[in-house]
């Protein structure tokens, strides 16, 4: 095959999405990755991913457009940082030059660690806002919040690993001192005791998984 296409299972399609993401594709030779605008399936006028931007220095995602009613602010098509793994399609040679997605995370990240690779090695990322799907977000883990906020804080520190280095460690460290205080203070506050046991054991079990790799 000529592209492989990632997306989820909860997610409804417009007709011609994957005819414009192909399309796209095949005739822009520098773009490895393209993905399409996606709106939550209710309200399904409210946007999901209108794009995807890094927020520096821990390089984490950040969804363009996120819980915004849809008024075609985000109807131009451009190069983003990511792709989010709820829909991409990839060229083949992508997969064949960088790999396959990393095994190493169970749960969030994985798209944004592919899109990193992917791009170290000149394939750019095209957000192409005429292809549009409807995504029923976290269906996965929708009946099990606790499990889904340890999966997450998890996953940060196995891509801490994989993409921090050197001095850009101190910075990230102290926000994430501070996310930590915040979420789990928080969370006792509102008497949510077992979030708050979720967070802190994600973070250990990602930290452990972070030097395990090494």
Request: aromatic share 14%; hydrophobic share 45%; glycine share 8%.
């Amino acid at each position: 095959c000529q592209y492989v296409l990632l997306l989820n299972n909860d997610v409804h399609l417009s007709p011609d999405f994957l005819t414009s993401l192909t399309t796209w594709l095949s005739t822009t030779p520098a773009a490895g990755i393209a993905t399409p605008k996606i709106r939550y399936a209710e309200p399904d006028n409210v946007i999901w991913y209108g794009g995807g931007l890094f927020r520096w220095p821990r390089l984490l995602g950040v969804m363009v457009g996120l819980d915004e009613i849809d008024h075609g602010q985000y109807d131009r098509p451009q190069i983003v940082d990511f792709a989010t793994g709820c829909c991409m399609l990839v060229k083949r040679d992508v997969f064949e030059t960088i790999g396959l997605l990393n095994e190493s995370f169970f749960f969030y990240q994985e798209d944004i660690d592919f899109c990193i690779r992917a791009a170290s090695k000149g394939y750019q990322i095209w957000y192409r806002p005429e292809a549009l799907i409807w995504h029923r977000v976290s269906q996965s883990t929708v009946n099990d919040l606790s499990k889904r906020t340890y999966l997450y804080a998890q996953s940060r520190f196995i891509f801490f690993g994989q993409h921090i280095h050197g001095w850009r460690w101190f910075p990230v460290l102290g926000l994430e001192i501070l996310r930590l205080a915040r979420i789990v203070g928080t969370a006792v506050l509102r008497g949510q005791f077992e979030q708050a046991w979720a967070y802190v054991g994600g973070l250990t079990s990602g930290i452990r998984a972070m030097f395990l790799s090494r």
